[in-house]
């Protein structure tokens, strides 16, 4: 069993770590920030809390009840996960050494099981045209090893693994933010591809795809199993297992 803690009292705590308890060989010992923030309280009622000494006061006027320190949380961790909502990414420490769990190195790893692909790169959509708190939207540009026709990329993007196909006509961002986390909510772990969006050009295709806010965490997982000897390909068919992922089509 690895135990694992989650650095910071964010609005991504709990989800974060919900995901992490859905797998039967993880557990989460808790949540370590130095200061109290407005979101420890509702952590406390799901998680153990930490944090600094010099904060202690603070959080017994709260009524939050203290499991330990710094120090005792390093004790009782196997691994470290520290979300980064601006950066999309998850870093991962083992005491001392560690790594960051990037979009693009997952985009990269998924992708590549149903493209040539050669390398990808990212357009986030603005804030100002699209705000949504389940996905970030992109305009991603695949460079493919070999010519594709459309149709092809469109198979292929349906048979990669943690990826999603949505097709339809007039599909707007926004209703799809508040549709699919709802109808389905291994969404947020996936790439979602919007079909109607697949441009190719020679050795190059582009899309527009809504990325969910915990589209990182599968492959953290798979990176927590590897540091202990789990073949990669074996964890991932049972992170997707008890994430409920899928992907395949949506209409």
Known sequence: MMRVGIVGHDPYT????????????????????????PFSR????RLNIYCSESSLELFKE?????????????????????????????????????????????LLERLSLGLPLQDISME?????????????????????????????VRESLLRSS?????????????DLCAFLPVSFPHSIFSVNALLS???VAGEEVEMISLLGYLLPLPEVVDTLRESEGVK????????????SIKGGLII
């Open 124 to 152: 986030e959509i603005r804030d100002e045209l699209f705000c949504c708190p389940y996905f970030r939207a992109f305009r991603l540009t695949v460079k493919l090893r070999d010519d594709l026709s459309l149709g092809e």
């Open 232 to 243: 990669r390909e074996f964890s991932r068919s049972m992170t997707d297992e008890y994430l």
């Open 42 to 45: 509702p952590i406390s009622k």
């Open 62 to 106: 709260m009524g939050i009840k203290v499991s330990g320190f710094l120090d005792d949380f390093i004790e009782g961790t196997d691994a470290f996960l520290e979300y980064s909502v601006k950066e999309y990414s998850v870093r991962i420490s083992y005491g001392s050494s560690g790594m960051i769990v990037k979009p693009y190195e997952v």
């Open 14 to 37: 709990i989800p974060i770590a919900d995901c992490l308890e859905r797998q039967p060989d993880i557990k989460v010992i808790g949540a370590y920030n130095h200061d109290i923030t």
């Open 197 to 199: 969006s697949v441009k």
């Open 162 to 174: 943690r990826v999603v196909g949505i097709s339809g006509r007039d599909l707007y961002l926004q």
